[in-house]
């Protein structure tokens, strides 16, 4: 059994560099964002929670930079793959990162699943793909916020976390569960 890795808030998070579809490359220690970096690690072309999620996510695109946060979506897709998803979903201007290795995923703290045949979208699930979750990182580099899910199901709404934001840039909040050892 592979041990999984538990990312703290307040420490920094892992290296993470991946391709974008459309070109450009995505690397978490060059975004310089005001206030956070949303990191949104999602399943796939295959998943039609993924494809809802996403399109809901660049519906709100200028409410997060509104809000000083860059944002991402990421998935172990190839080039192929993503720009298919990229295109299909009408993701005009999200920035979708693809080919997430999975040893990256297990430094993230993410669930790996074996593929089952096609989903509900006629489309193949690759042999292994990350579940979904989503963090919010601090200009220096630290974890502020992370949701991590073992299922595609039950996802944290984009308009709680554009709430959320609001109310801990207001009164500087601290990112809460930073401690390590009890």
């Known amino acids: ?13 892992p ?5 974008l579809a459309g070109g450009g490359i995505f690397e978490i220690t060059a975004e310089r964002s005001r206030t956070f970096t949303l990191v949104v ?17 660049e519906a709100k695109l200028d409410d997060f930079e509104t809000r000083g946060v860059a944002v991402v979506a990421i998935s172990s897709d190839t080039a192929e793959r ?19 290795d999975l040893a990256t995923a297990r430094r993230w703290g993410l669930f790996v699943s ?3 045949g096609k989903t509900s979208l006629g489309i193949d699930e690759p042999a292994r793909f990350s579940e979904p979750a989503l963090y919010l990182i601090r200009p220096d580099g630290t ?15 984009f308009a709680d976390i554009l709430s959320a934001i609001d109310y ?9 569960g930073e401690v390590v050892s009890v």
Not at 143 to 157: D, K, N
């Open 82 to 100: 993503a720009q298919e998803a990229k295109s299909a979903w009408g993701l005009a201007r999200l920035p979708l990162g693809y080919g997430l």
């Open 41 to 57: 690690f999602y399943r796939g072309l295959h998943c039609p929670i993924c494809k809802a999620q996403l399109k809901e996510l």
């Open 168 to 176: 801990v840039v207001k009164i500087d909040y601290p990112a809460r």
């Open 15 to 19: 290296a993470l560099a991946v391709d």
């Open 143 to 157: 974890l502020y916020f992370g949701s991590i899910q073992t299922m595609p199901f039950a996802r944290p709404h």
């Open 1 to 13: 059994m592979t041990d999984l890795i538990t990312l703290f808030p307040r420490q920094p998070v």
């Open 114 to 116: 074996a593929g089952r």
